[in-house]
């Protein structure tokens, strides 16, 4: 089992900055991948940012210029910083984990999710 516990959701203003951060324990050789996802009501989670073990990052074109995503292999934690938020950025943001257990299986968990919410 893989236990990842989600922090730093909130209400900011248009044009603020907030940071997400999520970090993973129990079950875990090794990080494949780490990432954003988030989600309204209605629609389908979509994906916001990844990043592999090696630093690879990945953006969906709506944040990209204003988020980062940033990991730390030695403490399973990773960052989200989100810069210039506007209303659309509204939503419930998830982590994921992709890693390898002790078992050298590979396997994906999410956590449980942060409501990040942009208004004025």
Known sequence: QVQLMESG??????????????A???NIF???AMGWYRQVPGKEREMVARITIGGTTNYADSVKGRF?????NAKNTVHLQMNSLAPEDTAVYYCLFIVYDNNQVL???WGQGTQVTVSS
């Open 107 to 109: 396997r994906s968990s």
């Open 24 to 26: 993973a324990s129990g």
């Open 68 to 72: 980062t995503i940033s990991g730390d």
């Open 30 to 32: 090794s990080i494949n």
């Open 9 to 22: 959701g909130g209400l900011v203003q248009p044009g603020g900055s907030l940071r997400v951060s999520c």
